[in-house]
């Protein structure tokens, strides 16, 4: 069909992942301050609402990836695929 789906923040989902692999588990607070170091375009002084939006956006795509990736993990390991 032609149509590409680009994910922006692809490399820092991907660190997450390693993240939570070598220590093997996440806090909110871990999650919320990744996407707040790593979300170069959210500037709080400017204007506080927008990036607060901007954070629990991009929190919820983090938790989202992290969450396919465990669960594909996981039924690979124990081929339970339905």
């Known amino acids: 069909m032609g149509i590409e789906i680009e994910e ?3 490399d820092y989902l991907d660190t997450l992942l390693e993240s939570y692999l070598s220590i093997g588990v996440l806090t909110s607070s871990g999650i919320s ?21 901007k954070w ?8 989202k990836h992290l969450e396919i ?14």
């Open 56 to 63: 629990m956006e991009y929190e919820e795509k983090l938790c």
């Open 69 to 82: 990736q465990l669960v594909v993990a996981l039924r690979l390991q124990t081929g339970a695929y339905s």
């Open 33 to 53: 301050g990744f996407a707040r170091s790593t979300l170069k375009d959210a500037i709080p002084l400017d204007d506080p609402d927008n990036p607060l939006l």
């Open 8 to 10: 922006p923040y692809t």
